[in-house]
């Protein structure tokens, strides 16, 4: 290595392996190398870097994280995907089918990474009038309870118009099931996406393949988008049961009301939640996605 300039901030756009691609406050990006003890810098660090006199640079510190996304790998270990993230932008469309129980994943992760979430309901042209209407309707407990939708599709210009201000200033991510039209959305949402990569490409002399990973790239209206390729099989892995329920956002004022105090809020006498449930105070459907994850959390648990 060559003499150390001063120390300098940046954030990291992409990270492959042990090559980064760090933007600095100008918004050049710069080819570097991590130090070996400073953990696992992702997409959306904020970083401490300093210039080599070869023109790259190395990463010496990672500042805290505001919030992080994770999900877990094959063996069950949390790997954090993206950093610094303010909204999480869930796609779902008419095709295919969209279960609420996909959808209630991602809500619960935006609930305990504390950001926003916002749904976006895509491909809206797909369905005629009727079918339009009864597709809304199926999903207004999620604005009910503070999640708004959008309707959007890309044969309509004018519904995306609400999308871009959304996004406009933040650090967002968009996640959702193949086939929700994720691509061609992003490409409206950047249309320089092509010469950020390249830039990237440049910079990283990684080639093309810098896309292979979570990457943040900058939208015309600021802010930034995060795509990754790693959010579509998107699963909790082994959430206690307790961070579970905090993740249902409604079910807030009936926590810790039920007889008993270990509640599983399935059967038990005197359960607070499902009371609520048959007064149409929550959702059903939400109370059965909760179900559903309780299951799946429990088994990647043991």
């Not at 904020?46 to 999900?71: F, K, N």
């Not at 504390?114 to 976006?120: N, Q, R």
């Amino acid at each position: 290595t060559g003499a150390l300039s001063e120390p300098e901030q940046g954030i990291v756009v992409v990270r492959h392996g042990a090559n980064l691609a760090v933007e600095d406050a100008r918004g050049a990006v710069h080819h570097c190398l991590a130090r070996r003890n400073i953990g696992h810098p992702v997409c959306g660090d904020r970083v401490v870097w300093q210039r080599i006199d070869t023109g790259d640079g190395v990463v010496t510190a990672v500042q805290p994280r505001i919030t992080v996304l994770s999900r877990p790998d094959y063996s069950g270990r949390d790997k954090p995907l993206a950093a610094n993230l303010t909204r999480l932008v869930v796609l779902i469309a008419p095709e295919p089918e969209p279960g609420g129980y996909l959808i209630d994943q991602y809500l619960v992760a935006a609930e305990l990474m504390g950001i926003p979430a916002l749904l976006v309901a895509n491909k809206m042209d797909l369905l005629d009038a009727r079918g339009e209407s009864e597709f809304q309707e199926r999903f207004q407990h999620y604005p009910a309870i503070g999640y708004p939708i959008l309707w959007t599709s890309l044969r309509r210009p004018e519904t995306l118009p609400p999308l871009i201000a959304a996004l406009s200033g933040e650090t967002s991510i968009l996640v959702g099931q193949s086939g929700v039209g994720k691509s061609s959305l992003v490409k409206l949402l950047l249309p320089d996406r092509e010469v950020q990569i390249g830039r990237l490409s440049a910079a990283t002399g990684l080639g093309r393949h810098t896309t292979s990973a979570a990457t943040c790239y900058r939208l015309p209206s600021g802010g930034s988008l995060v795509d990754s390729p790693g959010v579509r099989s998107f699963r909790l892995g082994g959430l206690e049961r307790d961070a579970l329920e905090r993740g249902f956002r409604e079910f807030g004022p009936y926590r810790g009301e039920c007889r008993y105090r270990d509640c599983r809020h399935d059967q038990e006498p005197g359960c607070a939640l499902r009371a609520a449930a048959e007064r149409g105070e929550i959702s059903a459907v939400r109370l059965a996605s909760f179900h559903q994850l309780a299951l799946e959390c429990a088994r990647a648990q043991s």
